[in-house]
């Protein structure tokens, strides 16, 4: 019997020891590791949010998950500095709610059973959430108050645009990309394009996009061309279904679109509330942008190292 037990223990010890062997740091960032098994975990949860990073090789993926996991250390460690004790419930349930309508589930114990059989940990996705909406306010409270839209200049735009006779909402996703060198724009324009015609829009948007959108594939959703300025409504209404367009100058880069889709809508507008959703639209995208650079300057000032 005595035998018995430290055959079982040996046995054991055996097993924890080929365990931890198969762990490999593959980063480390200021006083935190990344393991080939984090990289191994996060491409679950990238493929469970965008399937269609399936697609690209096992290089790609694993360097987008290394980025996702690079960016979300750098992240919590700014959240945790400046929150003690934070948690957005609302922010939590709206994000679920929309994964569960992705994922076709009507309730949280499917979701659950979901993940369950994507090997995906239920609380790390949470914890994800969290951290996303904790990031949303920090940028919110920090650059809230440099946010700058002239009402009167948007009102303007809205009745000279309402004025028109047809109206129409575009469904549309993007990639948004830096370039140090102008001169290397078009080479890298046609890099992209023939890597969507290769793989896809949503494979592309892995790979080359910095935007928050990333995540879920570049996806933005229909927007009313209320909410787009003047020129970007010339060049999509120019487009067919489909269509992708020119890289277009933008604060924080060069954004390509993507046209998945567009309708006419409705006549009877209602100027107050259109107004308001013009607001919030430019509201968000100037604080998107905050967002972007307030990470690339911490990023910056952290020591990342390969192994």
């Known amino acids: 019997m005595f035998k018995l037990k430290i ?65 979300e250390i750098i992240k919590k460690r700014e959240l945790k500095r400046i ?60 650059y809230i108050n440099s946010v700058r839209i002239n009402e009167k200049n948007l009102k303007l735009k809205l009745t000279n645009k309402i004025s028109n006779s047809k109206k129409f909402e575009y469904n549309l996703s993007e990639i948004l990309f830096e370039i140090k060198d102008t001169n290397d724009l078009n080479k890298l324009y046609k890099e992209i394009l023939d890597y969507i015609n290769i793989n896809s829009f949503d494979a592309a948007v892995s790979k080359y996009s910095i935007s928050n959108s990333s995540l879920s594939g570049g996806k933005l959703g229909w927007i009313k061309e209320t909410l787009l300025s003047e020129s970007l409504v010339k060049i999509l209404s120019s487009l067919k279904n489909e269509s ?55 990023k910056q000032n952290i020591e990342i190292n390969e192994y």
């Open 7 to 71: 055959l079982i223990i040996s046995i054991l010890v055996l097993s924890i020891n080929n365990s931890f062997s198969n762990i490999k740091i593959k980063y480390k960032i200021q006083n935190e590791i990344i393991t080939n098994i984090d990289i191994e975990e996060e491409k679950k949860y990238l493929i469970f949010l965008n399937p269609n990073l399936k697609n690209l090789t096992t290089e790609q993926i694993t360097k987008i998950s290394e980025n996702s996991l690079i960016r």
């Open 244 to 298: 992708i367009t020119k890289p277009i100058k933008y604060p924080n880069g060069y954004l390509v679109l993507k046209i998945n889709n567009k309708r006419e809508i409705r006549q009877n507008i209602d100027l107050e509330k259109e107004l308001q959703e013009m607001i919030k639209f430019e509201q968000n995208k100037q604080l998107n942008q905050f967002s972007l650079l307030f990470y690339k300057k911490l």
């Open 83 to 142: 929150f003690k004790d934070f948690e957005d419930k609302k922010f939590i349930d709206k994000v679920k709610l929309n994964l569960f309508k992705f994922k076709g589930v009507s309730n949280e114990n499917e979701f659950k059973k979901i993940l369950f059989s994507e090997d995906i940990n239920y609380e790390r996705v949470i914890d994800k959430i969290k951290y996303e909406g904790m990031w949303n306010e920090l940028i919110f409270r920090k």
